[in-house]
């Protein structure tokens, strides 16, 4: 979470809270513009250009995909609910990149109805396509050519992509059914805090896209570098550097724009970067309690926010009104499912938290409130913007027990055995 964004929410917080109650995710509409116009000036050099296509599964909110549109910026699906979602910001044909695994025919049918760009990830699915798209891409995994980071693990253990072996073959064979055009993908990192692994990503796509050239004639007209840049969620790590990055990188795609005389389109898929920071999680204190530790139980639980509960991840947490000054107490700070996991936070110093107090939980702006679930009949929270223009924003309401209970309103269906 920026100082600027905190600055701004601090200041109003205490009025947004009696306005809309509590729990919701609130995000910043001039941090999400401002990140992504850090983005395009970074890449602005490239030989050929640059487009950001936002990772829907981050932050599938259309009020958000809307900024993300009216920044030029496509959009990364890989179900068809997220492909109706870009399609209510306007999005057609190449703004979408249908990024799937383990696809079905039908999805395939809706990515190929709106023309859209098709990313394959096994060449057993090229021959189940419907149709043949205008442009093709294959999801690279390069194996123990690469290492992953400790989030999305090795790339020989991921279950996605076509392995090196394969990639030529795959190309081979949608040129020779009358592929046209063509581009290639891959995703090694996630929440990476380390540019050069991104460069080296970009540099392996480079290597692949003259060999597809010199092998099969293949120009490619754009790589994919897919998303994974990462965030820093703890106050001391450092943010990623993204002009070093886009530096290295556009230095990479000059050479080979010299060296070939063509150069593909860089193309990312950032979900996180986006809006990770420029979101955060506004929960009340409920209740306190004492045992073999001390609790602060809040009205917020997984159903807002997985990621602690399902991979340890980190979120800083601040007290409204309470800095670092105030006294502190070491508190596992948790929700209400009948999980011991439901926990924000581990025994974390923080400042002594009485009942009522407003906690924020930083840096949930991205695969935050998407990924939540309804275990425990625990609902989702709302979602809110704080628009650029200084006004607070419903732009999700909160689940009800009517949402929950919609899918036992069904036909009687009966199969006799
Ligand atoms: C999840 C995902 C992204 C976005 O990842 P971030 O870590 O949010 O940047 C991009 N592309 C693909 C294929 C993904 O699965």
Redesign the pocket.
């Known amino acids: 979470m920026s100082k600027n964004f905190s600055d701004r929410l601090n200041l109003n917080l205490k009025a947004i809270v009696k306005h809309f109650g509590t729990p919701f995710h609130i995000y910043d509409e001039a941090g999400i513009i401002s990140t992504g116009e850090q983005l395009k000036k970074a890449f602005a050099n490239l030989p050929n250009g640059f487009r950001e296509?936002f990772?829907v599964?981050?932050l599938p909110n259309p009020s958000i995909l809307k900024i993300m549109k009216d920044l030029g910026f496509g959009f990364?699906c890989?179900s068809i609910p997220e492909i109706s979602l870009s399609q209510i910001v306007e999005a057609k044909e190449e703004d979408i990149m249908f990024?799937s695994?383990n696809t079905s025919k039908l999805e395939f049918d809706r990515a190929l109805m709106i023309d859209s760009i098709i990313?394959i990830d096994d060449i057993s699915l090229f021959n189940k396509l419907p149709r043949l798209p205008q442009i093709i891409c294959f999801?690279y995994n390069p194996g123990s050519r690469r290492q992953g980071n400790s989030?999305l693990g090795n790339p020989e253990e991921a279950k996605?992509g076509v392995t090196h072996e394969q990639i030529i073959e795959a190309y081979r064979l949608a040129k020779n059914k009358g592929v046209k055009r063509f581009g290639l993908?891959t995703?090694i990192v996630?929440?990476e805090l380390n540019y050069f692994n991104l460069v080296k990503t970009a540099g392996m796509l480079l290597s692949l896209a003259e060999e597809l050239k010199k092998e099969l004639d293949i120009k490619l007209e754009f790589v994919n570098i897919?998303?994974?840049?990462?965030i820093p969620y703890k106050p001391e790590s450092k943010g990623l550097d993204l002009l070093e990055m886009a530096e290295e990188i556009t230095r990479l795609f000059k050479d080979f724009q010299n060296k070939n005389g063509y150069c593909p389109k860089l193309l990312m898929?950032?979900?996180?970067?986006?809006t990770?920071p420029h979101g955060v999680l506004i929960t009340t204190c409920i209740n306190k309690k004492d045992i073999y530790r001390k609790y602060c139980q809040v009205d917020a639980c997984m159903s807002s926010l997985m990621r602690p509960g399902i991979y340890g991840a980190y979120h800083h947490i601040t007290v409204l009104g309470k800095d670092d000054s105030a006294p502190q107490e070491k508190v596992d700070v948790a929700g209400s499912l009948c999980e011991n996991n439901d926990k924000f936070a581990i025994e974390r110093m923080l400042p002594q938290i009485e009942e009522g107090d407003i906690l924020i939980i930083h840096d949930t702006g991205?695969?935050g409130h998407a990924m939540g679930f309804n275990y425990n009949g625990r609902l989702r929270p709302q979602e809110l913007l704080l628009t650029k223009n200084g006004e607070v924003k419903l732009i999700r309401r909160e689940e009800t027990m009517n949402d929950y209970f919609a899918t036992l309103d069904f036909k009687k269906n009966i199969l006799k055995l």
């Open positions: 296509y990772a599964k981050a990364d890989s990024t695994n990313n999801r989030i996605y993908h995703m996630s929440n897919g998303g994974g840049l990462g898929e950032s979900g996180r970067y986006m990770g991205a695969h």
